[in-house]
């Protein structure tokens, strides 16, 4: 006796299989976009590359940096910031926000001033600085930076980085997540 085709389990008309292909292509679609989004406007992956932020910081440290709460407030000092390197396509730097729009950040004998008041909380360099004195006065939209590590960080004390622009940060580095022994939120202060 002949099978009829509703009694094959197997069979599926062109447009039940024509469905399913247009189901998986906007699944498919959907992620696409939604990753877009998360990467462009709320978070995105980092590696930390060298020692300029040790020890809140290692090489090879993995984060997620927060790219959504700078659309709902300025940054402030003590926030670990990353940002494009202005002479290397694709190089991001991460460092800490020392000094903030209108102030002058002055160093002198390896100390850091703001407004000529001791930076008495900046407890984040291990030693002392082994630099130069400068004094910088920043503008509306500009912020001083350095590396945790001082004597071993290109920052705002060197022509290269420079102050950095308001529009130039891509985020906060939010969480490490790797290696697994550190995973955890960074603390910023």
């Given amino acids: 006796m002949a099978k009829r085709r509703e009694d094959c389990e ?9 469905r399913t292909l247009i189901d998986w292509i906007v699944y498919i679609l959907i992620i696409v976009v939604l ?19 040790e020890t809140t910081l290692s090489d090879g440290d993995h984060l997620l940096v927060d790219k959504l709460s700078y659309r709902f407030k300025e940054p402030e000092r003590y926030d670990i910031i990353v940002f494009p390197y202005k002479h290397e396509k694709n190089v991001y730097y991460i460092k800490r926000i020392i000094g903030l729009p209108g102030e002058t950040v002055e160093i002198q004998g390896g100390y850091t001033y703001i407004n000529g008041a001791l930076l008495e909380s900046d407890v984040f360099g291990a030693e002392v600085m082994a630099s130069e004195d400068m004094s910088v006065t920043l503008g509306e939209e500009e912020y001083f930076v350095l590396g945790d590590n001082r004597n071993h960080s290109s920052d705002s004390r060197e022509p290269s980085v420079g102050v950095i622009s308001r529009k130039d940060i891509m985020g906060k580095a939010w969480v490490r ?3 697994f022994d550190h995973l955890g939120v960074i603390k910023h202060s």
């Fill in 10 to 18: 197997e069979y599926e008309e062109p447009a039940g299989i024509f």
């Fill in 177 to 179: 997540i790797y290696p």
């Fill in 35 to 53: 990753t877009y989004v998360i990467i462009t406007y709320v978070g995105q992956r980092t590696r930390v590359d060298g020692s300029s932020m």
